[in-house]
Nanobody
Framework: QVQLLESGGGLVQAGGSLRLSCAAS????????MGWFRQGPGKEREFVSA????????YYVDSVKGRFTISRDNAKNTVYLQMNSLKPEDTAVYYC??????????????????WGQGTQVTVSS
């Protein structure tokens, strides 16, 4: 079993930055993808970014390209999401997720087998 623990959320003014972390624990950890999703108030959970764990390929939703950067530390079993130039519309609960295989691809909810509990990001205008 894999447990994912997010941290780094908080309140920031528009234009500011935050870095989210997601630490994975479990007996064996070798995901195919690690991803970040978010769910804003009254909205469905949506894809934000993902990284292919072994090769390092990265994927982003268009609305965060150029502002967010996903990275990983294989030795620490940790994935990061550096968020710059934050906007009020980025306000959401951010969830970390891990997949065991490619399944439907990095941007689909059903690709992921494990989920964290979420961390709140609030961007004030």
């Amino acid at each position: 079993q894999v447990q994912l623990l997010e941290s780094g959320g908080g309140l920031v003014q528009a234009g500011g930055s935050l870095r989210l972390s997601c630490a994975a624990s479990g007996r064996t950890f070798s995901p195919y993808f690690m991803g970040w999703f978010r769910q804003g108030p009254g909205k469905e959970r949506e894809f934000v970014s993902a990284i292919r764990w072994s090769a390092g390929n990265t994927y982003y939703v268009d609305s965060v390209k150029g502002r967010f950067t996903i990275s990983r530390d294989n030795a620490k079993n940790t994935v990061y999401l550096q968020m710059n130039s934050l906007k009020p519309e980025d306000t959401a609960v951010y969830y970390c997720a891990a997949s065991k295989s490619y399944y439907s691809g990095p941007s689909y909810l059903n690709t992921y087998d494990y989920w964290g509990q979420g961390t709140q990001v609030t961007v004030s205008s």
